[in-house]
C-alpha cells in the first residue's frame, strides 16, 4: 500500500515543484505554449504592444476611456460595486469581480472584433441597447487571447462593458474582422 501511496504522489510533487510549469500559458486544449509567443494575423498585432488605460466607471462618462480601434488596451478596472453600467449588463458580475465601461467610434460599417484576455462578459451598448453579437470564439493558440466576439456595427459610437473580471486589469482590443 506504502508504495501505490509514494507512487501516486510521485506526479503531484514533480508539478508542485516546477514553477515554469505555472508559467507556460494554458489553452483552451490543454496544450502547453511554447516560450515564444505566437505570430497573430495583422489585425491582432498590437495585442502584443498594448496601451495602457483606466475603464471609465459610469457609462455616462465612457468616452473619457476612449479606445481606438486596432490598438490593444491594458484596461485597469474597478470593483464591480462601484459600476455604474450604461445599460444593466446581461450577466451581471459579483461583488468581488472587476469591470468597467470604455467607449469607442466606428468610422466605416462592417464587422468588429472585441478581443480579451479573459473569460469576462462583454456587453457592446448602443442607443441603450446591449447588441447581439454574430460570432465569438477564442483567439489563435498561444496568444494570449482567451475570447473573441464578433459584431457588426454602423458608423457611431459605442460604449464596450466588461462585466465579471476576476482580476483589476484586462488586456482588450477591438479591432476589424477578418471575414
Known amino acids: 500500500m506504502r508504495k501505490r ?10 508539478a508542485a515543484s516546477a514553477p515554469a510549469l505555472a508559467q507556460q500559458m494554458a489553452e483552451p486544449s490543454g496544450a ?9 494575423p ?8 498594448p496601451n495602457a488605460l483606466t475603464a471609465a466607471t459610469d457609462g ?5 476611456a476612449g ?18 453600467y450604461a445599460l444593466r449588463p ?22 468588429y472584433r ?8 462583454l456587453d457592446v451598448v448602443s442607443d441603450g441597447k446591449s447588441l447581439e453579437s454574430i460570432s465569438h470564439g477564442h483567439g489563435p493558440d498561444c496568444s494570449g487571447v482567451r475570447k ?18 476576476g482580476s483589476p486589469r484586462i488586456r482588450v482590443l477591438v479591432t476589424t474582422a477578418s471575414r
Open 114 to 121: 472585441v478581443a480579451i484576455d479573459s473569460a469576462a462578459w
Open 32 to 40: 502547453a505554449c511554447p516560450a515564444s509567443s505566437a505570430a497573430l
Open 67 to 84: 479606445l481606438e480601434i486596432g490598438q490593444a488596451v491594458d484596461l485597469a478596472l474597478a470593483p464591480t460595486p462601484s459600476v455604474t
Open 60 to 64: 455616462a462618462a465612457a468616452s473619457a
Open 148 to 165: 473573441m466576439v464578433d459584431f457588426r456595427l454602423d458608423p457611431g459610437v459605442y460604449v464596450l462593458q466588461i462585466v465579471g473580471n
Open 5 to 14: 501511496l509514494t507512487f501516486l504522489a510521485l506526479p503531484l510533487l514533480a
Open 42 to 49: 495583422p489585425e491582432l498585432a498590437s495585442w502584443k504592444t
Open 90 to 111: 446581461e450577466r451581471p458580475g459579483g461583488s468581488v469581480s472587476s469591470g468597467g465601461v470604455a467607449a469607442f467610434h466606428v468610422v466605416k460599417a462592417g464587422v
